[in-house]
């Protein structure tokens, strides 16, 4: 829980609830955009980035949508996506995914996700993941708590590794990490009850906010993967952490998340040693 001086900073920099409408109102657009895109999807709409990593034309059309919402709400603010880059210099910064799952997304599996975070000195304040096939909108606002739909959400409350559902996202064929990542896998996994890997970090995080997954981790992707669902999974009574260090997640883009209970478990089993 942020302490009041925060929260009065923050307040005094951005109005949360207008930020919030504006969110919700963006992913929408960006939900609808992607629901009609992928009718309309095309091998030749695809591009690869690099091996495992692919973008559409969709992705981008719905990160215009969610950049000229936001910005003609908040010309002020900084933005940053995954598509289009980092544009403007504030305090206040919007960090989005407008595709998290793009791989799923062209393949037709049924599980990606919207993600809008927005940042005040680089503390994530307001986020929202929504997913566009099952009309669920997960939302939380620093200091007030998570929400499915309007409803309040909290993580499990499982106590141990053994009973505990997990969830990953492996990292791409060419990431330096790869080998050592796999070893942490199967550490994880010949302890964990389950493992799942269903390809959208952000919507896995939701998932751990609502108590559908126990814990999450990963160590190969970007702020705009993880910033809104770490909001969700700490507002939502949950904890985040680095996988090896004490620095902020958000800046090493590696992600520890569960209740109270299996972090420490988990973090242990992440950090063995060969």
């Not at 929260?7 to 109102?25: G, K, M």
């Not at 895109?37 to 059309?61: A, C, F, H, W, Y």
């Not at 793009?102 to 599980?111: D, I, L, Q």
């Not at 929504?130 to 620093?142: H, I, K």
């Amino acid at each position: 829980m942020p302490s009041t001086k925060n929260l009065t900073r923050i307040e005094e920099l951005v109005d949360l609830d207008a930020a919030l409408a504006a969110a919700l109102e963006a992913a929408g657009e960006a939900c609808a955009i992607l629901v009609q895109g992928q009718n309309q999807l095309t091998e030749g709409m695809v591009k690869t980035k690099s091996p495992g990593d692919v973008t559409t034309i969709i992705d981008r059309r719905a990160e215009d949508a969610i950049r000229n919402l936001l910005q003609a709400r908040f010309p002020e603010f900084a933005f940053t996506g995954e598509e289009g880059g980092t544009s403007g210099h504030s305090r206040c910064r919007w960090i989005v995914d407008p595709l998290d799952g793009t791989m799923n997304y062209v393949h037709g599996f049924p599980f990606y996700a919207v993600s809008l975070a927005l940042t005040v000195d680089d503390e994530v304040v307001m986020g929202v993941v929504a997913d566009p096939l099952r009309g669920e909108t997960f939302w939380a606002l620093v200091g007030r708590g998570a929400f499915l739909d309007g409803n309040p959400i909290t993580v499990s409350n499982v106590g141990s590794m053994e009973n505990a559902l997990v969830g990953t996202v492996f990292p791409p064929p060419s990431w330096s990490g790869r080998d050592a990542y796999l070893k942490r896998f199967c550490t994880v996994a010949s302890h964990a009850a389950g493992v799942r890997r269903s390809g959208a970090a952000a919507l896995d995080l939701a998932y751990v906010a609502a108590g559908r997954l126990d814990a999450f981790f990963v160590e190969s992707l970007k702020a705009w993967d993880i910033a809104a669902g770490m909001l969700l999974v700490t507002e939502a009574g949950g904890q985040v952490a680095d996988i090896f260090t004490a620095k902020p997640p958000l800046h090493t883009n590696r992600l520890a998340a569960s209740n109270a209970h299996l972090l420490p478990p988990l973090l242990e089993l992440l950090r063995q040693e060969d």
